[in-house]
Nanobody, 126 residues
Framework: QVQLVESGGGSVQAGGSLRLSCAAS???????MGWFRQAPGKEREGVVG????????YYHESVKGRFTISPDNAKNIVYLQMNSLKPEDSAMYYC????????????????????WGQGTQVTVSS
């Protein structure tokens, strides 16, 4: 059984930083790992996708230069370092995994991912 467990969320002031972690277990390989977020009343949107084979990353335009995804393959953990946080970054953040290749257009599409964690809340105050 695939399990994804997020941690590291919290409350910070604008301009601050947080590092989210996603601990993965129960599968031999995920082609893609992703971080998504969902604010109240909004659709779940892709923040970043990581190809676990070649390391390619794709970021949502709104987080480029501020967020960084990085894997620790030895520990089966994927991190999301979030710097220069803004109030509009406030949301529930979810880790997701996909166990097959995906087209470029599907990397940040929530429908592409098979497995999901329970989420961790990030709140950024102004």
């Amino acid at each position: 059984q695939v399990q994804l467990v997020e941690s590291g969320g919290g409350s910070v002031q604008a301009g601050g930083s947080l590092r989210l972690s996603c601990a993965a277990s129960g599968y031999t390989r995920a082609y893609w790992m992703g971080w998504f977020r969902q604010a109240p009343g909004k659709e779940r949107e892709g923040v970043v996708g990581l190809n676990t084979g070649d390391g390619r990353t794709y970021y949502h335009e709104s987080v480029k230069g501020r967020f960084t995804i990085s894997p620790d393959n030895a520990k089966n953990i994927v991190y999301l370092q979030m710097n220069s946080l803004k109030p509009e970054d406030s949301a529930m953040y979810y880790c997701a995994a996909r166990d097959a290749p995906v087209s470029r257009g599907g990397i940040l599409d929530r429908r592409s991912y098979n497995y999901w964690g329970q989420g961790t809340q990030v709140t950024v105050s102004s």
